[in-house]
């Protein structure tokens, strides 16, 4: 799909969720995208990335994102225990972020995962949002707001409640990993949810590094 055809049909077709591209198929003519960034300095060391067998238990983790007026992601945490880092070209994005631990029904999340949900996004923030800040809910439960604007990146820590609503045309580039630092606090989570990739990452824990 035209990336100029896709932005005409958003703008004209005026739905409340516009198709939000993630783009995570950077092999074969998309590949020498790749050449055009590299991770930031602080987040390039990914445990996922010691081996064949750890990346392919979360093989998808790179995107290249765009967006129109009104597109956006539900409130998830990232999985498998990973932070992110997401890096924007162009346009606004709007973040809220929630604490890990914080109560799924308060927050008005239905789900951990953004791809569960199937109402637009832009709902949360004219329905839910508005609810937190008059009750004191939001203060309350540490809830923090922003705006990223081009050429600013912004760090999503492990366990983070977040969601985002763009404003405008917008094209990021986002990357999930498991940062070193983060092992003592996310191994019980690994451990429970995941026995079976567990005891072999150990080990390549201990020999690699």
Known sequence: LPLWLYVDHAEKAGADSPFYIFERDLDGPRRPLLEDFEPPEYFQDDLYNLADYTRGFLPTFRYYVIGVERTGSHLHVDPCCTSAWNTLFCGLKRWVLFPPGTSVERIGATSGSMHAVTEPPAYWWLDVLPKLRETGAAEELGMIECIQRPGETIYVPCGWWHAVLNIGFTAAVTQNFLAPDTIPSV??????????????FAQLIHRLR
Do not use: C, I, K
């Not at 191994?187 to 072999?200: E, G, H, N, R």
């Open 187 to 200: 191994w019980p989570q690994l451990a429970t949810d995941w026995p079976d990739f567990v005891p072999q």
